[in-house]
């Protein structure tokens, strides 16, 4: 057990996000981006679905692949670019962070 997880630490994250972007979303929260991940999770993809939908008689139905597929290439690229703020965020980690560490800096000398 201690062999995998030893190896999940050295996975590059900014490759799992991009792979899991298949769904687009996941990749942003992933890399710990909730605003823009669930955005896209929930607004996005019916955004993407209505307009492929609205194209379909314009483009002879090449729209149901073409605007989908461009979108999930946009995701994921996008997703692989962005700054990944794992441990960045001590209220999602407290099991790891210390505390100490975090109230010393922030107290004026």
């Known amino acids: ?5 030893e190896a999940w630490k050295r ?6 996000a991009a792979i899991m972007s298949v769904i687009p979303g996941l990749g942003h929260l992933y890399k710990h981006h909730y605003l823009a991940g669930f955005g896209i999770l929930i607004f996005g993809n019916i955004l993407i679905g209505f307009v492929a939908v609205l194209l379909v008689f314009g483009t002879f139905g090449l729209s149901l692949i073409l605007v989908p597929a461009a979108w999930l290439a946009g995701i994921a690229y996008s997703a692989y670019m962005a700054s990944d703020e794992h441990g960045m965020h001590p209220w999602l980690h407290v099991w790891e962070y210390h505390w100490a560490d975090f109230f010393h800096r922030n107290k004026k000398a």
Do not use: G, Q
Request: glycine share 0%.
């Open 1 to 5: 057990m201690n062999e995998i997880l």
């Open 11 to 16: 996975v590059d994250r900014n490759k799992v």
